[in-house]
């Protein structure tokens, strides 16, 4: 049977069900603690620090479809940032950015004017200076990305939540909680990846 899973990922959590020990390493929380049904995969990671959207399944196709960069899905992120960002700061967000050697493509940047309406972290945010929200919609998936892009233009991140994968958002989940997709979402997910002309 086909499973489609949101997911929130809590901070301090691997996207994985398992991860190897070793002696010198702490045990980390995986997704096996949170009673997700077998079978199913992660499509796509979010890092151990930061928090939000999951999507698992136990079809490879769509895994293959939302982790692809040929079809462009926007990933949808809310950032807590260290500094107040200047116009010119936000625009090279927007143009992109060079990482470890790699230009990041255009994204969508903004400011927020007021934090969003998240769940209070467990770890809490230690800043030492004036903080600011960020909405980053990437369309690729670098590893640490964001983190990356923000320390590039001096806004060193905080706290990064990813609050929609293309057409599925957090709408109703808590950290920790995780739901099927209803069929007007799984329909939805369709439309974005198995119509969407692969862009080479």
């Known amino acids: 049977m086909l499973r489609i899973v949101a997911f929130y990922k809590p901070y301090g959590v691997l996207s994985s069900f398992a991860h190897e020990v070793r002696e010198t390493d702490p045990p980390k929380r995986t997704l096996s603690e949170f009673g997700l049904p077998k079978g199913i995969y992660a499509a796509g990671r979010l890092d151990y620090a930061s928090e939000g959207l999951l999507i698992l399944t136990n079809d490879g196709q769509l895994i293959h479809r939302l982790t692809d960069p040929r079809y462009k899905l926007p990933k949808t992120y809310y950032v807590q940032v260290e500094g107040i960002p200047t116009e010119a700061a936000l625009d090279q967000l927007r143009r992109g ?4 050697g790699y230009r990041s493509l255009p994204c969508q940047a903004r400011q927020l004017k007021e934090a969003p309406a998240l769940p209070p972290r467990e770890k809490p945010i230690i800043a030492h200076g004036p903080t600011a929200w960020l ?3 990437l369309r690729e998936g ?3 990305q964001v983190r990356h892009m923000t320390a590039a233009v001096g806004l060193p991140t905080l706290r990064l939540v990813r609050v929609a994968v293309g057409p599925i958002t957090l709408a ?5 909680q995780w739901r099927d997709l209803s069929e007007a979402e799984r329909e939805a997910l369709r439309q974005a990846t198995y119509y969407r002309q692969a862009v080479r």
């Open 97 to 100: 950015v060079v990482v470890k």
């Open 135 to 137: 909405e980053i919609v």
């Open 142 to 144: 670098k590893k640490r």
């Open 172 to 176: 109703g989940l808590a950290p920790g």
